[in-house]
T-cell receptor, first 115, second 111 residues
Framework: GAGVSQTPSNKVTEKGKYVELRCDPI?????LYWYRQSLGQGPEFLIYFQGTGAADDSGLPNDRFFAVRPEGSVSTLKIQRTERGDSAVYLCASSPLRGHTDTQYFGPGTRLTVL | GQNIDQPTEMTATEGAIVQINCTYQTSGFNGLFWYQQHAGEAPTFLSYNVLDGLEEKGRFSSFLSRSKGYSYLLLKELQMKDSASYLC????????????FGKGTKLSVIP
């Protein structure tokens, strides 16, 4: 497809469980971002990948959150021991990384509900 | 710290013009973005400003004043489909292009 895709679109889990959220960026985009959006709020930055490496993970709220991008394309956001406060829409974005004028293109998000 | 303010909600009439303001206080500045987000959907890119002045793109225009930490998005000839949230975001990190978003302005267009 032409855009950023994310799977699953919805995920319901129980408190304490482990979840994985997947992002397929636009083909050829070097940069990949994860954001989290709670109801009535703007997206909040979590982590940024440049290629395979996490160039900036300062937005990850704690060590229960981890993300990988092993081949520089698809990324997986992993959340251990989920808590009810983790419920949100998790957005992925990618960009071609042409400098600070880079435009980020967002996927449709994964709505995570922790019961 | 980073702080971006925009009105929570606005209402405007179909065919009219509406201006959505955004003020920001950030530790750096690489540019300001406006995104449109319909309920339950992904944010979609509308405009980008890095220099002072007005950028026009069809029915949408965006203005930036870096000295005042101020931007606005101007929507002309409003259509019902323009009902959405409008997100102001600043790119400010050195070496990281993360965006810091405001909470968004929910625009309702009424007949």
């Amino acid at each position: 497809g032409a855009g950023v895709s994310q799977t699953p679109s919805n995920k319901v889990t129980e408190k304490g469980k482990y979840v994985e959220l997947r992002c397929d960026p636009i083909s050829g985009h070097t940069a990949l971002y994860w954001y989290r959006q709670s109801l009535g709020q703007g997206p909040e930055f979590l982590i940024y990948f440049q290629g395979t490496g996490a160039a900036d993970d300062s937005g990850l709220p704690n060590d229960r959150f981890f993300a990988v991008r092993p081949e520089g394309s698809v990324s997986t956001l992993k959340i251990q021991r989920t808590e009810r406060g983790d419920s949100a829409v998790y957005l992925c974005a990618s960009s071609p990384l042409r400098g600070h004028t880079d435009t980020q293109y967002f996927g449709p998000g994964t709505r995570l509900t922790v019961l | 710290g980073q702080n971006i303010d925009q009105p929570t909600e606005m209402t405007a009439t179909e065919g009219a013009i509406v201006q959505i303001n955004c003020t920001y206080q950030t530790s750096g500045f690489n540019g300001l973005f406006w995104y449109q987000q319909h309920a339950g959907e992904a944010p979609t890119f509308l405009s980008y400003n890095v220099l002072d002045g007005l950028e026009e793109k069809g029915r949408f225009s965006s203005f930036l004043s870096r000295s005042k930490g101020y931007s606005y998005l101007l929507l002309k000839e409003l259509q019902m489909k323009d009902s959405a949230s409008y997100l102001c975001a600043v790119s400010s990190g050195a070496g990281s292009y993360q965006l810091t978003f405001g909470k968004g302005t929910k625009l309702s267009v009424i007949p």
